[in-house]
């Protein structure tokens, strides 16, 4: 009774029915019922992302209009950077930017996209984010920004290097969109809101649009024989080997973006000696840590057997030694690859590429190389 109860508390998104449809299967995810996979598999959905055109539902995401309340769209950009150390300013109308939510102590409250939608900045936060996200533009911003959350849109992606063929055979025009353009664009009959990025490595888009038509844009989508239906578990090994980070696994409140190798996402305007230096929270540490160094840092792991080393797994500096230096925080087998692939935190010292380094699995010590990331080559539209 308790296990139905726990089932029937999930939320579920606009496209719920036609994941159940198309047979997906359905476990919990960030309070959301989602489909891991479908029938033809993670292994197949995983390769097909890679070869012609994957769609995933991504709308347990939140979405969040940002508004200044004077009009001005810097306006919201400057008080946004009184959260997240990146230029939003810098930030032209028709573009995106990854940024992170900071805390006091320099960590990551949370990772988000930013897009400057002429009037106003949009903004996709994380899932199991999104709640605390909202709350927290709310205590900081309110004073000079109207907060807007947008419940009642759907979230898809559709990646792959045959995902602008796709979008347009339904009559989207998306071919001069770059990597990172983003705004409003109709797709067909659907008014949207689009970004030519995505969470897989590969040339892609993201794709806001109103709840009620979300199932018949997907369903247009789907009538492609190029596109499938992925699942997470497939989306999760494909960004595993774009070596993209998964909040609350590689990066979380006790992780700094210097610690995290983020620092190419910090514009040298909010480093120091730029234009606007600081003025967000934990700027001092992670300031710091660009000019000093971290003490650990995120990186690469590449199993020099075939058994995948999975998240938790603590690292050594070699075989024999009690000492544990750091620990895998993802980790699986890579369907491109044919191999097995992770990312973890080591020490500084041991951070450089081609170190090894040991994960104990079972109870023996499986050497790793430190790799460099992303496993697979992106293919984005620049």
């Not at 709840?211 to 369903?219: D, G, I, M, S």
């Not at 895998?328 to 081609?354: H, K, Q, R």
Request: proline residues 7%; hydrophobic residues 40%.
């Amino acid at each position: 009774m308790l296990a139905r109860e726990s089932e029937n508390s999930l939320k579920t998104t606009p496209l719920h029915a036609l994941h159940i449809k198309r047979g997906g299967k359905m476990v919990p995810f960030a309070g959301y019922d989602m489909p891991v996979q479908y029938p033809a598999g993670v292994l197949k959905e995983h390769l097909h992302t890679r070869g012609s055109a994957g769609l995933f539902d991504v709308s347990h995401m939140g979405q969040i209009v940002l508004r200044a309340k004077s009009g001005r769209v810097e306006n919201a950009a400057r008080a946004l950077e009184r959260l997240v150390p990146q230029d939003i300013v810098a930030v032209a109308p028709g573009r995106q930017r990854y940024a992170q939510f900071t805390n006091d102590a320099g960590g990551i409250l949370d990772d988000l996209m930013v897009a400057n939608f002429g009037d106003h900045l949009f903004l996709v936060v994380n899932a199991a984010c999104k709640a605390d996200d909202e709350a927290h533009l709310r205590a900081k911003l309110s004073d000079d920004c109207i907060i807007e959350p947008l419940p009642n849109r759907a979230l898809i992606a559709l990646q792959g290097p045959k995902a602008e063929a796709a979008l347009t055979k339904i009559g989207a025009d998306v071919s001069a969109m770059k990597f990172m353009d983003a705004g409003p664009r109709r797709i067909g009959a659907y008014d949207c809101f689009v970004s030519r990025s995505g969470y897989t490595g590969e040339d892609g888009f993201e794709i806001s649009v109103p709840a009620e038509q979300a199932e018949a844009l997907v369903t247009a989508l789907l009538d492609d024989p190029d596109v499938l239906p992925i699942g997470l578990g497939a989306r999760d090994s494909l960004r595993l080997e774009a070596g993209l980070c998964l909040y609350g696994h590689d990066i979380d409140t006790t992780t700094t973006p210097v610690e995290a190798a983020l620092e190419w996402s910090v514009q040298k305007s909010r480093r120091n000696g730029g234009a606007r230096a600081g003025g967000f929270p934990g700027a001092e540490k992670i300031l710091s840590q660009f000019d000093k160094g971290a003490p650990r840092r995120r990186v690469g792991l590449k199993a020099e057997g075939r058994a995948p080393v999975r998240e938790g797994a603590p690292l050594f500096a070699d075989a024999a030694s009690s000492e544990q230096i750091g620990k895998v925080t993802s980790g699986g087998f890579g369907p491109s690859l044919n191999a097995p692939v992770a990312m973890g935190y080591a020490p500084s010292p041991l951070a450089a590429l081609g170190t090894t380094l040991f994960a104990e699995v079972r109870g023996q010590r499986l050497p790793l190389q430190v790799a460099a990331t992303p496993f697979v080559p992106n293919t984005y539209k620049r």
